[in-house]
């Protein structure tokens, strides 16, 4: 799964990175180094301008809650539950088969963060011992230093309890598709630690390399397979994935320093 991740390019940058036309500046986020859910998070998708004479999908870069609330819920209330959808299924639950067909978006992040129980405390949970094993967080990000563009859905959810011209009469929301961690080996991976990131976690975000951006953000193409096309797990080996300090793991710690690579694991022997 995603349930927490890294995003600190400005928006300046993501504007020119993903070709955008139209941005608000009061959409402005500031860097998040420790991305949960229902936090606002950037988000590039294609749609027209609302109110504008020309009804021409727009490439916009757009500030959304992350955990989507579909349009036919009666509340938000579930809006953090659905933080991600599963590649596989995507297409059939009731939650994300519309906006799999026409509200697609890229989620731009440096890279993602999972955890892994150390072994000493997989063995004493084994035996009973212990109800809260300490866990080591990894950050998982492209090796080059690229842009972690993880494929995602948008939705709109009407409030009906406020009058049309309340600023929160209308709720726009993400999620996060997922699928299968990579079994072939980290281009970068740690003296000790992960091989793969199959080793981390059995699911990841679905990364969309460059070539994938168009297509995924075209609202014009409806077609369900041809769609499920566009979410083939990226090349092997593209990732580097490294230990960091377990203050991640405290949604109220945010900063540069998260992301520093650790000499070795804050939980003694993983792997």
Known sequence: MCGRYAASRRPEDLTGLFQVEKWEPAETLEPDYNVAPTKEVYAVLERPVKDAGDQRPVR???????????????????GARMINARAETVHEKPSFRRPFVSRRCILPADGYYEWVTGAEERRLEEKGRTKRPRKQPYFVTPADGSVFAMAGLYEFWRDRTLPDDHPQAWWATCSVITTEAETSPLAVAPAEGPGALADIHPRMPLMLTPDRWDDWLDPSRTDVEELRGLLAPPP???MRAYPVATAVSNVRNNGPELLDELAAPEVGTLF
């Open 60 to 78: 916009q870069l757009r500030a959304l809650k992350w955990g989507l609330v579909p349009s036919w819920a009666k509340s938000p209330e579930g």
């Open 236 to 238: 092997g080996g593209l």
